[in-house]
């Protein structure tokens, strides 16, 4: 089995805040894990020093076996990791198909702008097919021409997915997916994560407050509070156990 994430005593301080005390994680090839935790438990700040978007202050960070401690956010996403955002970061005029495309011209990036990739003009048919294939994955190709203004929160959050999908990640983060969801919208998604994930074979961790999403959808989880990790294992287990009802008390 492939090894997607190794991090081991990944720490970050904010001014007088350890927000990341040592924290060590492991993830498989097409493994589904969770990350939990209560408000300011540091799972944000875990996904940021993932991805670059934060420099940590200790610890290492391997993704598909190569070390990126301290690498640009782009060299990891070439390393094979992607993210959806909590809240939604599309444009409402363009539409469904222009947003896979701008991802994938990043992905094939040459150093432009985002202005200049934009301004490429209309998708070539290579790029439409590419876009497509993702779209199809999705259940979305039908809604390739709508701008997203015109689609549900739920087809939003595919979209986003779709987007991190075009630079085919090898594991993809989700911030809070089911933020601002009903539950049949939320399973609705998690269904569809689900099978395009059990076919293009990504890793997912998942940070989430909806406790039935994340014992429906996760294997494993790990749980993090005040910046340490006090939990790890398979999810029910971790979910029933006294010390993690303890740290949530309030939010479950
Ligand atoms: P939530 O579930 O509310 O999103 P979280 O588990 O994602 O919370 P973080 O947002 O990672 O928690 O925050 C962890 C801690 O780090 C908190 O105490 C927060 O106030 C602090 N923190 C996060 N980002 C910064 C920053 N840029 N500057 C200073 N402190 C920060």
């Known amino acids: 089995m492939n090894r997607v ?4 005593g990944v720490t ?3 001014a007088g805040i350890t927000a990341l005390d ?3 994680m492991e993830i498989d090839e097409g493994e589904r894990v969770g990350l939990i935790g209560p ?5 944000t700040t875990f996904f940021n020093c993932l991805l670059g978007v934060l420099q940590t202050d200790g610890g290492t960070v391997e993704i598909a076996g ?5 690498a640009p956010a782009y ?3 070439k390393a094979g990791i992607g993210r959806t955002f909590q809240r939604i970061e599309l444009f409402p005029d363009c539409t469904v198909r ?5 991802a994938e011209r990043i992905r094939r990036g040459d150093g432009r702008l985002w202005k200049d990739i934009i301004g490429l003009g209309r998708p070539r048919p290579a790029e439409v097919a590419r876009c497509d294939e993702v779209l199809e994955l999705l259940g979305l190709v039908e809604l390739a021409e709508e701008p997203i203004e015109r689609l549900s929160l739920g087809q939003g959050r595919l979209v986003e997915v779709g987007r991190a999908l075009m630079t085919e990640p090898k594991l993809l983060l989700l911030d809070e997916p089911s933020s601002g969801l009903d539950r049949s919208e939320t399973t609705a998604l998690a269904k569809t994560l689900e099978e395009v994930q059990s076919t293009q074979g990504f890793a997912i961790l998942l940070v989430e407050h909806d406790v039935e999403l994340v014992t429906s959808f996760t294997t494993r989880s790990y749980v993090l509070d005040f910046g340490r990790l006090i939990a790890q294992g398979p999810t029910r287990e971790v ?3 006294s010390e993690v009802r303890d740290a949530y008390l309030g939010n479950f």
């Open 66 to 70: 190569r070390d990126v401690t301290g």
């Open 75 to 77: 060299r990891r996403a």
């Open 12 to 14: 970050k301080r904010f």
């Open 22 to 24: 040592e924290v060590t």
């Open 98 to 102: 222009d947003h896979l495309v701008i």
């Open 5 to 8: 994430l190794k991090a081991q």
């Open 239 to 241: 979910m029933a156990s």
């Open 39 to 43: 408000n300011g438990a540091g799972k």
